[in-house]
């Protein structure tokens, strides 16, 4: 994941750089025109090694793509290259331009898309069979962000292009970035994505286009549906003798406030287990590799600091989801990270009074339409649109495999509640047996939900 530094560098380049290298961490074209992050289900679940192979298959996407340049490692103060200049690589992959704009990949199963695979420029989705991976479905062309009145910029679900062997998956990853490389728009940066590709040539192009560049016959998409989503929170076997426990971290800010002290809870539990740490697409962490007798104990230190346990929030608090917004992101028009506690609060006494306290619904909330919380496939995205307004977008779902569609815009946060309040009392009486929130709004649609605010 790419690092916001650009105010601790004023202060302490150097430093910083070499302790994050240090961490084991890297900013490397963390806001450049090359791969970004490669995602992955983090869940250490090794019952039949599936996620393993999966991991693997990440870390080897992501250091293939990786950029050679040896620039990152330069340092420069007041003009001058203060640690030696390296000799400049050739760039075999992305050339003497790099891409058009970024590039993402994500890896899922059919039964956890915890990485909103439809979300990225490229994704493959896991084909097991007898607990084996016998290859992927690729899927080409998603991506979230979009301008405020610009229709030409809009979000898009990854379309699936072709399956492969397992063991294609790098080059195939190369092969789909050469593509987005040579046929990306370089003149337009809000047009400069691979789904606009996608979505000018359609899918019959994009597989005859990607045909050359894999070198032979693309083979059709098996055919898989997306039908689960895991937070992975809470306590659980991990199949090699170790448990790890997740805990939900609410919008993304380990911070101490009060009684609650969700950081120095981490910091005691770091120091006591020394785990293995991995964080989720849902923002929250996971200590991993541990004995059994040490959930008993996370827990107590947990409560001991006034965190609930993750497993004990609702549903809708642990799938809730916002991007940092302002005071940490240039690009925000409005609140996000700081605002959506508060929003779920509310959201959840009203859910109980409605008697829906356990029901899964996915909001995400963004502080601009860039979509860094992926809004746009959620039950509810809540996108900051101008001053402490938003627009509601509604028809999501958790599994994320239908984009959501615009309910309302320029909706004051006060108000974001009482209308989805209003929309939840027609959902619990109306529903279909088993239907999800965003399943129902998409059903009966936006004429039958609009009527019910007048
Ligand atoms: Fe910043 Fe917008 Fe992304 Fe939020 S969605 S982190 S405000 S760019």
Redesign the pocket.
């Known amino acids: 994941q790419g690092i916001q530094l650009h105010g601790v560098l004023k202060e302490n380049l150097q430093a910083t750089i070499s302790e994050i290298n240090q961490c084991l961490l890297t900013t490397l074209g963390a806001c450049g025109d090359v791969n970004r992050n490669v995602m992955c289900c983090p869940a250490p679940l090794y019952q039949n090694g599936v996620r393993e192979q999966m991991q693997q298959f990440a870390n080897a996407i992501a250091e293939h793509l990786a950029p050679r340049t040896g620039a990152y490692h330069e340092i420069w103060l007041n003009g001058e290259n203060v640690n030696g200049r390296k000799k400049r690589e050739r760039e075999p992959i992305y050339g003497k331009v790099y891409l058009p704009r970024k590039f993402k990949v994500g890896i899922s199963l059919p039964e956890d898309n915890c990485v909103d695979v439809y979300t990225q420029d490229l994704g493959f989705v896991a084909i097991v069979e007898n607990g084996e991976i016998q290859g992927f479905n690729v899927l080409c062309g998603g991506g979230s962000g979009m301008t405020h009145g610009n229709k030409a910029t809009f979000p898009c679900l990854g379309k699936p292009v072709c399956f492969i062997p397992a063991d294609r998956v790098v080059p195939t990853a190369e092969a789909v970035v050469k593509l987005f490389r040579d046929h990306g728009d370089r003149s337009n940066r809000k047009h400069a994505r691979l789904k606009y590709v996608m979505d000018e040539w359609g899918v019959a192009k994009f597989r005859r286009e990607l045909k050359g560049y894999m070198g032979h016959p693309l083979k059709r998409p098996v055919k898989v549906e997306i039908n689960g989503y895991e937070t992975h929170v809470g306590a659980h076997e991990q199949g090699d003798g170790s448990w790890f426990y997740g805990v939900s971290v609410e919008s993304g800010r380990i911070k101490d406030e009060g009684d609650f002290r969700l950081r120095t809870a981490l910091r005691e539990i770091v120091q006591q287990w020394s785990p293995m740490i991995r964080l989720t697409p849902n923002q929250d962490i996971l200590f991993c590799d541990l004995p059994k007798k040490a959930i008993t104990a996370i827990r107590k230190t947990l409560k001991g600091h006034g965190v609930p346990l993750s497993e004990k929030l609702t549903p809708l608090r642990q799938l809730s989801m916002?991007?940092?917004?302002?005071p940490?992101?240039?690009?925000?028009?409005?609140e996000?990270e700081r605002a959506l506690p508060g929003i779920i609060d509310d959201l959840e006494a009203g859910m109980k009074r409605l008697g829906l306290k356990s029901e899964e619904i996915a909001v995400r909330m963004?502080?601009?339409?860039?979509?860094?919380?992926r809004p746009y496939q959620s039950d509810i995205g809540i996108?900051?649109r101008s001053g402490d307004k938003y627009t509601l977008f509604l028809g999501g779902n958790v599994i994320g495999d239908r984009l959501n569609q615009q309910f309302l815009d320029l909706v004051p946060r006060e108000q974001i509640v009482p209308t989805l309040v209003v929309l939840l009392k027609h959902f619990k009486k109306n529903r279909k047996s088993g239907e999800g929130f965003g399943d129902f709004c998409d059903r009966v649609g936006q004429k039958e939900l609009h009527a019910l605010l007048e």
């Open positions: 916002s991007c940092p917004a302002i940490t992101c240039g690009l925000a028009i409005t996000s963004t502080g601009c339409p860039n979509g860094c919380a996108v900051g």
